[in-house]
């Protein structure tokens, strides 16, 4: 009798544990969730997060890069895993990276960019083991690993020029094997993801892949205002010619500052069909809107008409600054002319407010855009901007982007944002402690 109890309770055990490990294996996750920490340590502002990969489970602290096309991290400086296998070239892996090369060992490879310093060099594709959060939308949830995540080997000189710590970079582009792109594949849900910066290093903004809600103080996806998503059939970062470009566009078509229209060159506004110049693009490695120079005085200009407070010395790389005592400061952050970006209609606005429009500098604050030059195709900036290529008129930068909450949806071809200064609410109000 004592030995069929003990039987039958090891048989309870056995099956409660395989039914555990059943649960835990088909466990498909709606959403995932990574934090976004704003790194000062390096010369320009950088967007950081974490992900867990090898085997055993290393953190990994990358760049965050909304035009990169993949993942790339530093494979030279001690990077081991017991998981880590190379592509082969011809194989399905290799494939999903369009062009690639073929080294002697017969491994395909791309070249893997620092967008941040403009670095680039040849490095093998590798899969191997990525581990993240999952979410509902209003905090963590439980652990999942996807077990053959496609990324790049970098080395040491191109991961120069990278935040303290960061030995990659996390590429959100418009590829296949992209973070969004992968990680849906993986786990079978939209193929949408959102970015949300804080303006501050002492907390945490917030990036999701996957459908929302994604809740802050509330679900923002539900007060989104959408616009198309433009492709430039032209690469405006350096790769192989011949390929669009990754990155996410949109299509600004006037710039208005205190609701009045700023006399612009519009041919600058959309992209050249042959030369891929033109148009404007969104991105997370240039800290600051650079505009193409006739744009860029023509939008100061009107700028300091409105506000009418008196210039002070420059502080590079800004050309239009304040005395800090000449501004007077509302919830919105700096209370001056706002700048509206208009998009497929009048009635489509993407705004900028002061908290985004103006750069503080103790008793000095700046208009926070650069001028990128009058040449976009061949000129450059006199100072790091993430490597943007000055090809484009418009490249909207992350200072721009903080606090405003925006959704990639790439079956659908659309970008969705919210400043959240509108709905009284930041993007350091997600709830990263765990539910589980």
């Not at 077990?147 to 590829?175: E, N, Y």
């Not at 679900?219 to 990155?247: A, R």
């Amino acid at each position: 009798m004592v030995s069929s109890l003990r039987f039958l309770i090891i048989c309870s055990f056995l099956l409660l544990t395989f039914s555990s490990s059943i649960a835990q294996t088909s466990f498909r996750p709606k959403a995932l969730v990574l934090p976004i920490t704003k790194d000062v340590s390096s010369s320009t502002p950088q967007y950081i997060t974490k992900i867990n990969q090898r085997t055993p489970l290393v953190p990994v602290k990358l760049t965050v890069d909304l035009g990169g096309g993949y993942l790339w991290v530093n494979c030279e400086d001690g990077y081991k895993s017991s998981t880590s296998k190379p592509a082969r070239c011809g194989s399905a892996q290799c494939s999903l990276f369009g062009l690639y090369g073929c080294s002697g060992e017969k491994i395909c490879g791309r070249s893997p960019t620092n967008t941040v310093t403009g670095v680039s060099t040849y490095g093998d594709i590798y899969s191997d083991v990525v581990s993240v959060q999952s979410t509902d939308g209003n905090s963590p949830g439980r652990v999942v690993s996807v077990p053959k995540f496609l990324f790049i080997c970098g080395s040491k000189v191109v991961q120069d020029g990278l935040a303290t710590g960061v030995t990659g970079m996390a590429g959100l582009g418009r590829t296949k094997v992209s973070l969004p792109s992968q990680f849906s594949s993986a786990f079978s849900f939209p193929r949408k993801f959102a970015i949300c910066l804080s303006a501050y290093t002492s907390s945490d903004g917030v990036m999701f892949f996957g459908d929302g809600p994604y809740n802050l103080n509330q679900d923002v996806s539900k007060v989104l205002t959408f616009t198309p998503l433009i492709t430039n059939k032209v690469n405006t970062v350096s790769g192989f010619l011949g390929e669009p470009s990754v990155e996410y566009f949109i299509g600004v078509k006037s710039i208005r500052v205190s609701g009045k229209k700023v006399p612009l060159n519009n041919t600058l506004l959309s992209i050249d069909q042959n030369s891929g110049i033109g148009g404007t693009k969104i991105s997370t490695v240039n800290p600051y809107t650079v505009l193409e120079t006739t744009i860029y005085k023509a939008v100061s200009e009107a700028f300091v008409k409105e506000l009418g407070a008196p210039k002070v010395a420059p502080v590079a790389p800004f050309g239009t600054c304040y005395a800090t005592k000449d501004i007077s400061f509302s919830r919105m952050g700096p209370d001056v002319p706002a700048i509206d970006l208009v998009l497929q209609n009048e009635e489509v606005v993407w705004p900028i407010i002061g908290a985004n429009s103006m750069v503080r500098f103790d008793d000095v604050i700046c208009l926070g855009f650069v001028d990128a030059g009058s040449n976009p195709s061949t000129s450059q900036v006199g100072f790091v901007v993430g490597g943007s290529h000055p090809m484009t008129s418009i490249t909207i930068g992350a200072h721009q982007l903080e606090n405003n909450l925006l959704q990639f949806d790439l079956a659908r071809s659309r970008l969705g944002f919210r400043s959240l200064f509108l709905e009284h609410d930041n993007c350091a109000n997600f709830n990263f402690t765990s539910s589980v």
